[in-house]
């Protein structure tokens, strides 16, 4: 069994925000495969279903980004799911906009939705996969840039990237992290501007 959690914020109004850029990428992906999320449990909103040989859980914390560990660390004990059975999907302000990585563990790179998570569940030895939101125009505080929607011009680049995630969940439950990383790691989106 494989479980893909996206980070985000619940509610209406955080809907678009760059923050929620992980919710997007299991949107996307349970739309794709026919997925439907359905259930409520682990403080979660929870959508189950088959991928390949694999039995797949999605989940999108219910609990806001700061605490998403109070919601996965629940989930991982359940399901006694190994860590390397644990894709975790964030935005990355440190990665542009139009590039992901894949990686199979590592910090949360001052991201505190990560930061609950290794700290709920005691390790850093989990995949995640970082969504390049950009860096903030100068002056723009980052806790306030993250809450921001996507701008009108940004929106393509932005559908072209969760198309591309999704791809990078699929190679990651079929083919393992390492294919992925080497598949999604070295090919950005060219940028509107090049």
Excluded at 11 to 38: L, P, Q, S, T, W
Aim: aromatic share 8%; proline share 8%.
């Amino acid at each position: 069994m494989k479980v893909v959690v996206g980070l985000g914020n619940p509610g209406k109004e955080y809907e678009r925000d760059r923050h929620n850029i992980g919710f997007m990428v299991v949107d996307a992906f349970a739309r794709k495969h026919g997925f439907e999320f359905r259930r409520r449990k682990f403080r979660s909103t929870l959508a189950e279903g088959r991928f390949g040989p694999e039995k797949l859980l999605l989940s999108k914390p219910l609990t806001f980004m700061n605490l998403s560990g109070e919601a996965v660390a629940p989930l991982v004990a359940f399901y006694k799911l190994p860590s390397e059975s644990l894709l975790v999907v964030a935005d990355d302000l440190d990665i542009p906009l139009g590039e992901i990585r894949l990686r199979p563990k590592g910090g949360s790179g001052g991201h505190n939705g990560l930061k609950s998570i290794i700290d709920h569940l005691g390790t850093r030895e989990f995949p995640r996969l970082r969504i390049g939101i950009g860096r903030p125009p100068a002056g723009v505080d980052p806790a306030d840039y993250v809450l921001q929607p996507f701008s009108p011009e940004e929106i393509p680049v932005v559908e072209l990237v969760v198309e591309r995630a999704v791809g990078a969940i699929e190679t990651w439950i079929l083919r393992g992290i390492e294919t992925a990383m080497n598949e999604f790691n070295r090919k950005p989106i060219a940028r509107q501007d090049d």
